[in-house]
């Protein structure tokens, strides 16, 4: 029951963060991602709702979830936030393979 609750949060959390790294081709390091209000509020307010499906023991009951030990949850966040780093990995190698992908409107059209 535990893999499921871990799954659970996992999945729903790694969303979560993932969609900081889709806002921009830019790394997020480089944009930062406190630019977005609406993005960050949403992302907060996923992860209270995550969070109270989990912890509020009447609403786990009904998802058949368990509660997670320290080193559970310690093991979920870190796969929550892998994708930054795959994704940081994946936009510096198109950056070196492919050259900078920013799309030049003067350029196209010659003004």
Not at 32 to 39: A, D, H, Q
Not at 53 to 63: D, M, R, T
Not at 69 to 83: E, G, K, N
Request: charged content about 20%; overall charge positive; aromatic content about 12%.
């Amino acid at each position: 029951m535990c893999g499921r609750t871990m799954a659970f949060v996992s999945l729903g959390l790694l969303e979560l963060v993932h969609s900081f790294n889709i806002k921009s081709k830019e790394s997020i390091f480089k944009v930062g991602i406190l630019e977005n209000k609406y993005l960050i509020g949403s992302f907060i307010l996923g992860t209270m709702l995550q969070m109270g499906v989990v912890c509020i023991s009447q609403i786990a009951n009904i998802f058949e979830l368990t509660q997670l030990s320290a080193i559970q949850w310690v093991y979920t966040i870190l796969i929550s936030i892998s994708p930054i780093f795959i994704m940081e990995v994946q936009k510096k190698f198109n950056e070196i393979k492919f050259g900078k992908t920013v799309y030049d409107y003067k350029e196209k059209y010659e003004i």
